[in-house]
């Protein structure tokens, strides 16, 4: 099981891929294993999305890929 992100280390890794970079895992800086995710043949409607899982420390999510600057970069993490 992957251990879960905060919404703000989400919000990090999600404004690094709108920016075109390499995300890079918000709590050991270690890079994510990229997985396309398949859409569902049971549902109407099609979503294009991403599994992320840090190759290092195991933290990953699912996300929707992100196409265009939806927030403004978000405040550096503590620490």
Known sequence: MTKQLD????EHI???LI?????VCPRCE?????TDVPPRSDVP???DR???ICANCGAGLVMDRPKTRVKPLPKPLPG
């Open 45 to 47: 409607y099609v979503r």
């Open 50 to 52: 991403i599994w992320l």
């Open 30 to 34: 270690g890079h994510f294993d990229r």
């Open 19 to 23: 920016r075109g970079s390499e995300a």
């Open 14 to 16: 999600r404004a690094a």
């Open 7 to 10: 919404p703000d280390e989400i």
